[in-house]
């Protein structure tokens, strides 16, 4: 089986910071790209930053010269570093994983979800 566990969130001042992390464990054979979304009640899961095996980023316009996501390989963990934190910025931030898996019968792709890390932005 394949885990993403998450940490790092929790309540923060408007303009201060926080950073999140993101680690993938168990049976994985190679991790293509890692990304972060968020969600807020009543809304659609958007996009927040995602970034390649090769270090090629990209960021949601909204967070883009706030928000900095990189990737150890070799610990199989994402980061993201948010400052300047906004109250808008205040939501569930979830971390996400395109992988591969070895199986008897073969590799096969998968796409797997963490359980989420809350961010509160407020004074």
């Known amino acids: 089986q394949v885990q993403l566990v998450e940490s790092g969130g929790g309540l923060v001042q408007p303009g201060g910071s926080l950073r999140l992390s993101c680690a993938a464990s168990?049976?994985?054979?190679?991790?293509?790209?890692m990304g972060w979304y968020r969600q807020v009640p009543g809304k659609q899961r958007e996009l927040v930053a995602t970034?390649?095996?090769?270090?090629?980023?990209n960021y949601a316009d909204s967070v883009k010269g706030r928000f900095t996501i990189s990737r150890d390989n070799a610990k199989n963990t994402v980061y993201l570093q948010m400052n300047s934190l906004k109250p808008e910025d205040t939501a569930v931030y979830y971390c996400?994983?395109?992988?591969?898996?070895?199986?008897?019968?073969?590799?096969?792709?998968?796409?797997?979800w963490g359980q989420g890390t809350q961010v509160t932005v407020s004074s």
């Open positions: 996400n994983a395109d992988l591969t898996r070895y199986m008897k019968t073969g590799i096969y792709e998968y796409n797997y």
């Open positions: 168990g049976s994985i054979f190679s991790i293509n790209a």
């Open positions: 970034i390649t095996s090769g270090g090629s980023t």
